[in-house]
């Protein structure tokens, strides 16, 4: 027999809905930033793309456990073969590119950011106003600067038979716009969690 304890504890189907609605939302988000307009870069294979706003955003906005799930939703559904990649490309094929590093610690990146995202709002001092803005772009700058950059640059030195030197001094490049990115990120996920402030105590 459940206890009313138990019954409480156990999750909503409505809950269940909506945590599934929201990670296909924004792996769809995801999707559309990385089908946006790339810029290239001279001399990289790898491009300027939206994906990584789309990554920072699902984890600062859904937390650890739903924003990594978005993102890898998304890298499920363009390893099989949907055209949801930068360039309109998808297929396991992908992952034989220098920009392959990048792809894979999306899910981790987002991991970090939401677990840190949530113990900022969670957090007195971080949690409220504009502190919340700078905990949060802490966040979204960590899963970038400490997961992204070093498995991107380490694949992508691989791939081009760069020296590590050599392969940081090139994913050197992306740093400035993915600061701004993750300030933009930031800022969103700041004023969504006002709106919305019990949407990571699912």
């Not at 009313?4 to 939302?25: C, H, V």
């Not at 001279?42 to 990594?68: D, H, K, N, W």
Request: hydrophobic share 60%.
């Amino acid at each position: 027999m459940t206890t009313p304890a138990a019954s409480a504890l156990a999750p909503r189907p409505i809950a269940r809905a909506t945590d599934l609605a929201l990670i296909a939302t924004f792996a769809a988000l995801i999707a559309a930033c990385a089908l946006l307009p790339a810029i290239p870069v001279a001399g990289l294979p790898v491009p300027v793309t939206l994906q990584t706003f789309g990554v920072a955003l699902a984890g600062a906005v859904l937390g650890a456990r739903r924003g990594s799930l978005a993102v890898l939703l998304y890298l499920l559904v363009g390893l099989a073969g949907a055209p949801v990649f930068s360039g309109g490309m998808g297929g396991l094929g992908v992952l034989a590119r220098p920009s392959a590093g990048y792809l894979l610690a999306f899910p981790l990146a987002a991991l970090l950011t939401g677990w840190l995202t949530e113990r900022v709002l969670r957090s007195r001092t971080w949690g409220h106003g504009r502190r919340a803005v700078v905990g949060i772009f802490g966040a979204t700058t960590a899963g970038s600067l400490l997961v992204i950059h070093p498995l991107g640059i380490a694949v992508l030195g691989w791939r081009l038979g760069l020296s590590p030197l050599e392969a940081a001094a090139a994913g050197a490049v992306f740093i400035p716009g993915d600061l701004v990115k993750n300030a933009l990120a930031a800022i969103t996920a700041a004023a969504v969690h006002r709106a919305f402030p019990d949407l990571l105590g699912r």
